[in-house]
């Protein structure tokens, strides 16, 4: 194969992949907790974007219990949009075993 068309190959596979990550960022992935009592929402860069409670979760006396449900909303969301990326990212690739690993 060509040098050339190699090289304008990856740059068409780079643009591609940018344009799918940043569609990817912009992208909303939500978890329950609890029984929906916790609601986490992430964006593809896997910030946290929203977190809401429900107020009957909300106990003084038991604020443990509440950041554990935090805590098991936020990495599932979290969880989710990795997982998307990497299934949207590995279409681009073609299921090529790459000398790097993605940054997710």
Wanted: charged share 25%; aromatic share 6%.
């Amino acid at each position: 194969m060509d040098l050339f068309k190699m090289l304008g190959q990856f740059k068409d596979m780079q643009a591609r992949f940018q344009a799918v990550q940043g569609e990817l960022e912009q992208r909303a992935f939500t978890a329950l907790a609890g029984g929906g009592a916790v609601t986490a929402v992430v964006n593809g860069k896997l910030q946290l974007q929203e977190l809401r409670l429900d107020p009957a979760v909300v106990d003084p006396a038991d604020t443990a219990g509440l950041e554990d449900l935090i805590l098991v909303a936020v990495n599932d969301a979290q969880r989710k949009a990795a997982e998307a990326m990497q299934l949207e990212l590995g279409k681009l690739t073609g299921g090529l075993d790459l000398p790097f690993k993605l940054p997710f």
